[in-house]
């Protein structure tokens, strides 16, 4: 009894095993689209892309903020001060005199910038509180209940101004550069989704090639047994199916560790085997160069940089030329009051103007300010003769793409019927091989050729694929729809 329930356990355990495999492993079809799909929400790249942008689109609402009415409160609650002070008398000399007091002050203000002129206007109004403590102490309360107040520098630059040209294109720049970097993950997708399917190609490859080494070699030990073939012959073909099951255990190897790459990218359970589909091109699609260029100079980031980089350095400049001399002008009317009882402070008000202008106009400086506009001048030249020399790269590396994808297509086309060609010959070989016809040297070269003409084939297919995604990162533009690539920033960022 006891010997049957072990033999019972026993057979059972690979079952279990293999039961347990099965509920750990799930084995399903992925097409590059439904990769390319994941990649965009599941992946850190695309995580990475967008808190860039989110960066970017905080930055730009600060910046919007700047030009808003701004309400503001500051206060002092309370202000206690028991020290002592110098004093000066009436016949000129000094004693120190104790200060026991608590004050209050609060002021309420609404400020605006005026980005056309680099002021800034603000309508405020504030209450102070002061009361002696100890025997006899006094209490008194000074209100502004309004007041208008002008803060305008003459001749410094205008950074307001500036701002209003700088931050619309550096956010336009950053929405630029967050669908360049969407289009730039799926050109990684497409990168370990064709590592994946060439290894899994290779895989089938070596168990093919391993199968047909098998039989070969043990139609090659009856051939032996009655002199068809020589012995030379014979052990050629049992290499043959020892470098079979050698190219099996490195193939599933390299299966695993694409596998695992491409999981991790895409953020899929460990769990889950991904069996990549074959993709098929793009049939019809040619590239102009003219066209492409257009596209890219329009709507790629590349040309927002460069629009960004010219007006900063420009604004540069116009620091440097305003710091050669400071005007700044502060005016202030309102009324004030002041009394022993809060609500006697705001009657019988009193005005309250001020008017200030500061000066600061250096009369010798041995050349330091305009020194550093001249210096400010050749950083900009730099940055200009920089951004030619990156414009005609740029157009360069736009010719040489639109180059290798239209090239590509053909060299698809090309590859795609020698490996028809080359399996078909295989074929043919190993049923000539089998009636003598042929030497274990043409076997193998049919052999080498049709790996080499699958691989090729699965190879030019990803150029392709990357080559066109690539154009797409560039220019922003859908060339299978004809439609521009757009994005709900709105939801994007609030999601």
């Given at each position: 009894?006891?010997?049957?329930i072990?033999?019972?356990?026993?057979?059972?355990?690979?079952?279990?095993?293999?039961?347990?495999?099965?509920?750990?492993?799930?084995?399903?079809?992925?097409?590059?689209?439904?990769?390319?799909?994941l990649?965009?929400t599941?992946?850190?790249?695309?995580?990475?892309a967008?808190?860039?942008?989110?960066?970017?689109?905080?930055?730009?609402?600060?910046?919007?903020?700047?030009?808003?009415?701004?309400?503001?409160?500051?206060?002092?609650?309370?202000?206690?001060?028991?020290?002592?002070?110098?004093?000066?008398?009436?016949?000129?000399?000094?004693?120190?005199?104790?200060?026991?007091?608590?004050?209050?002050?609060?002021?309420?203000?609404?400020?605006?910038?005026?980005?056309?002129?680099?002021?800034?206007?603000?309508?405020?109004?504030?209450?102070?509180?002061?009361?002696?403590?100890?025997?006899?102490?006094?209490?008194?309360?000074?209100?502004?209940?309004?007041?208008?107040?002008?803060?305008?520098?003459?001749?410094?630059?205008?950074?307001?101004?500036?701002?209003?040209?700088?931050?619309?294109?550096?956010?336009?720049?950053?929405?630029?550069?967050?669908?360049?970097a969407?289009?730039?993950?799926?050109?990684?997708?497409?990168?370990?989704?064709?590592?994946?399917?060439?290894?899994?190609?290779?895989?089938?490859?070596?168990?093919?090639?391993?199968a047909?080494?098998?039989?070969?070699?043990?139609?090659?030990?009856?051939?032996?047994?009655?002199?068809?073939?020589?012995?030379?012959?014979?052990?050629?073909?049992?290499l043959?199916?020892?470098?079979?099951?050698a190219?099996?255990?490195?193939?599933?190897?390299?299966?695993?560790?694409?596998?695992?790459?491409?999981?991790?990218?895409?953020?899929?359970?460990?769990?889950?085997?991904?069996?990549?589909?074959?993709?098929?091109?793009?049939?019809?699609?040619?590239?102009?160069?003219?066209?492409?260029?257009?596209?890219?100079?329009?709507?790629?980031?590349?040309?927002?940089?460069?629009?960004?980089?010219?007006?900063?350095?420009?604004?540069?400049?116009?620091?440097?030329?305003?710091?050669?001399?400071?005007?700044?002008?502060?005016?202030?009317?309102?009324?004030?009051?002041?009394?022993y009882?809060?609500?006697?402070?705001?009657?019988?008000?009193?005005?309250?103007?001020?008017?200030?202008?500061?000066?600061?106009?250096?009369?010798?400086?041995?050349?330091?300010?305009?020194?550093?506009?001249?210096?400010?001048?050749?950083?900009?030249?730099?940055?200009?003769?920089?951004?030619?020399?990156?414009?005609?790269?740029?157009?360069?590396?736009?010719?040489?793409?639109?180059?290798?994808?239209?090239?590509?297509?053909?060299?698809?086309?090309?590859?795609?019927?020698?490996?028809?060609?080359?399996?078909?010959?295989?074929?043919t070989s190993?049923?000539?091989?089998?009636?003598?016809?042929?030497?274990?040297?043409?076997?193998?070269?049919?052999?080498?050729?049709?790996?080499?003409?699958?691989?090729?084939?699965?190879?030019?297919l990803?150029?392709?694929?990357?080559?066109?995604?690539?154009?797409?990162?560039?220019?922003?533009?859908?060339?299978?729809?004809?439609?521009?690539?757009?994005?709900?920033?709105?939801?994007?960022?609030?999601?």
């Amino acid at each position: 009894m006891k010997k049957n329930i072990l033999l019972a356990a026993c057979f059972l355990m690979p079952l279990i095993a293999s039961a347990q495999n099965d509920t750990l492993t799930h084995e399903r079809d992925i097409t590059l689209a439904e990769a390319i799909a994941l990649a965009r929400t599941q992946s850190v790249d695309a995580a990475v892309a967008l808190n860039e942008l989110k960066t970017a689109y905080w930055e730009y609402r600060t910046f919007r903020a700047d030009l808003l009415p701004e309400v503001n409160f500051t206060g002092t609650l309370p202000n206690y001060n028991k020290s002592y002070s110098t004093y000066q008398n009436s016949d000129g000399s000094y004693s120190f005199v104790r200060n026991n007091t608590l004050g209050l002050s609060g002021a309420l203000s609404i400020d605006q910038n005026i980005w056309f002129t680099g002021g800034k206007l603000s309508l405020a109004s504030s209450l102070d509180y002061i009361k002696q403590l100890g025997s006899g102490g006094d209490k008194q309360f000074m209100s502004v209940p309004v007041s208008l107040e002008l803060t305008q520098p003459i001749f410094g630059v205008n950074s307001l101004k500036w701002n209003r040209r700088i931050e619309p294109v550096r956010y336009a720049e950053a929405k630029a550069s967050f669908i360049s970097a969407t289009e730039e993950v799926t050109m990684k997708t497409i990168t370990y989704f064709f590592e994946l399917l060439l290894a899994k190609e290779a895989l089938a490859t070596a168990q093919q090639n391993k199968a047909n080494s098998d039989r070969l070699y043990e139609v090659a030990i009856a051939k032996r047994k009655m002199g068809q073939i020589s012995e030379n012959d014979l052990l050629q073909l049992k290499l043959n199916s020892l470098q079979g099951k050698a190219d099996v255990t490195e193939a599933e190897s390299t299966l695993n560790a694409k596998m695992f790459q491409l999981r991790s990218f895409l953020g899929v359970s460990e769990s889950e085997g991904l069996n990549p589909v074959i993709p098929a091109s793009v049939s019809g699609i040619k590239m102009d160069y003219d066209r492409v260029l257009n596209k890219a100079l329009e709507r790629n980031s590349f040309a927002q940089n460069i629009r960004r980089r010219q007006l900063e350095a420009d604004y540069e400049v116009a620091t440097a030329r305003g710091n050669l001399r400071s005007i700044d002008l502060f005016a202030s009317v309102g009324y004030t009051g002041q009394n022993y009882e809060f609500s006697s402070a705001y009657q019988n008000l009193l005005d309250n103007q001020i008017v200030k202008v500061g000066v600061k106009i250096p009369i010798l400086d041995w050349g330091k300010r305009r020194g550093k506009v001249r210096v400010a001048k050749s950083n900009r030249e730099v940055v200009l003769s920089r951004i030619r020399q990156e414009q005609m790269d740029f157009n360069q590396d736009i010719f040489l793409l639109v180059a290798n994808f239209n090239n590509q297509a053909q060299q698809l086309e090309i590859a795609e019927e020698a490996d028809l060609i080359a399996e078909k010959r295989y074929k043919t070989s190993v049923e000539t091989f089998m009636i003598g016809k042929i030497s274990t040297l043409d076997l193998n070269d049919a052999q080498n050729s049709k790996d080499e003409a699958r691989q090729k084939h699965i190879s030019e297919l990803y150029y392709y694929w990357y080559y066109f995604y690539q154009l797409r990162s560039l220019t922003l533009w859908d060339f299978e729809r004809n439609a521009e690539l757009e994005a709900d920033f709105e939801d994007i960022i609030k999601g």
